[in-house]
């Protein structure tokens, strides 16, 4: 059977990664996998959460199962989080939550339910959007369009060209949203624009699915879901994916929830008995650990406010090196690249690099990017920024 099997070609995203491992050059610099780096080009465990797995390790007195849904306590303290403990969304019961691994695996979970529902909607997602997005959410069955959102030239978003496409598309149709920090491009919306999209998505009877994976490294912890409150507060029907991967810094532990906000609380409680019937029947029930930390961090006032002020540093670190970038790329690039670098907000910027000027900045000058043109700002430090404008202007010009 597995002769039929052709090998494939490595993930856009984690090839990179595997690739900058192996590349011998004694100077070179991984603006690839979003992950936070500090100035060394370490990604450290946060303090607040080293102190909350000791705390969780000493009083645990048990492994036994938690259950599909995972861990109760993290999701209502996440729910919090991202809603506000005030939201009505939450107050009037219509929302229910489920751990997940990852923001992945919460994505995967919400699209198994559009599917369960039996009326097999297209998702449309933005273009572009996060390469890993198509897999997961095509792979449940839902059929996957495009919505125009990013112009690469000037950096920003295609906002009237969006907004005239949602106005398009049929009831029932599901709109997948990047609640901040849009991925791969950096570009967001303003909370004007999210008001707008809202009173669309009411109006036309749309599905939001907002994928909330970087909040906290955009404008604030609580600025960052202001996009996402609004759209709960707004329509009757919402799913919300979220990673803690990169705000708590988690990766590799898998944390992520799935929330789902129903017309009711009857046809929440049912969302969820068929949420966790998926969970079941794909992996039983997330693992533990990566939550049982951020709920202990957000149950405890000292080590939240510890997290919330590791957060608010990655972020200026981000907003430091964007502006170092943006400054030197004025004298490299054109003054459209620096400006939109300079504008955009989180982990990622999209320049105008082609396919093949990737491919020459990583053969020739060791610094690797998707294809795309998207770089992790995170990987840049205040030593490589001139070094990176050169060798881009050197591929892209003024
Ligand atoms: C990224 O976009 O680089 C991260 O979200 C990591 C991943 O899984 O692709």
């Not at 009831?171 to 303003?190: E, K």
Request: glycine content about 8%.
């Amino acid at each position: 059977m597995f002769e039929n099997l052709q090998a494939l070609p490595e993930d856009p995203i984690l090839g990179l990664m595997a690739a900058f491992r192996a590349d011998p050059a004694p100077v070179k610099i991984d603006l690839g996998v979003g992950v936070y780096k500090d100035e060394h080009g370490k990604t450290p465990v946060l303090a607040a959460v080293r102190a909350a797995e000791a705390a969780v390790l000493a009083e645990q007195q048990t492994k036994t199962y938690l259950g599909p849904a995972g861990n109760e306590q993290f999701n209502a303290l996440m729910s919090q989080l991202i809603l506000g403990d005030k939201h009505t969304a939450l107050t009037s019961g219509r929302v229910r939550a489920l751990q997940a691994p990852g923001g992945c695996g919460a994505l995967r979970l919400g699209a198994e339910l559009l599917t369960t529902t039996g009326s097999r909607p297209t998702i449309h997602v933005s273009d572009p959007t996060w390469a890993n997005h198509v897999p997961l959410l095509s792979g449940a069955g839902l059929k996957l369009e495009r919505y125009p959102y990013f112009d690469t030239r000037s950096g920003t978003v295609r906002f009237d060209a969006m907004l005239e496409r949602l106005n398009t598309l049929p009831a029932g149709d599901v709109v997948l949203l990047h609640g901040c920090c849009h991925n791969p491009t950096g570009a967001d919306l303003s909370l004007a624009q999210w008001r707008q999209i809202a009173d669309v998505l009411l109006q036309r009877r749309l599905i939001p699915y907002v994928d909330l994976a970087y909040q906290g490294l955009g404008e604030g912890i609580t600025e960052d879901s202001e996009g996402t409150r609004l759209i709960a507060a707004t329509v009757p029907e919402a799913l919300i994916a979220v990673s803690c991967s990169k705000n708590f810094g988690l990766y590799r532990e898998r944390v992520g929830l799935l929330m789902v906000l129903a017309g009711n609380e009857t046809q929440a409680v049912a969302s969820a008995s068929h949420l966790r019937k998926i969970a079941r029947g794909i992996y039983s029930m997330p693992p533990d650990h990566g939550a049982a930390i951020v709920a202990r961090i957000l149950s405890d006032a000292k080590l939240s406010n510890d997290w919330r002020n590791e957060v608010n540093a990655m972020r200026e670190r981000m907003m430091t090196l964007r502006r170092a970038l943006s400054k030197a790329l004025a004298a490299t690039c054109t003054a459209e690249m620096a400006a939109a670098v300079d504008q955009q907000r989180g982990m990622f910027s999209t320049l105008a690099v082609t396919p093949e000027a990737a491919d020459t900045l990583r053969e020739k000058h060791h610094i690797y990017m998707t294809r795309d043109g998207r770089i992790n700002i995170a990987g840049i430090s205040l030593e490589s920024v001139d070094y990176i404008a050169r060798a881009i202007g050197s591929v892209v010009g003024r």
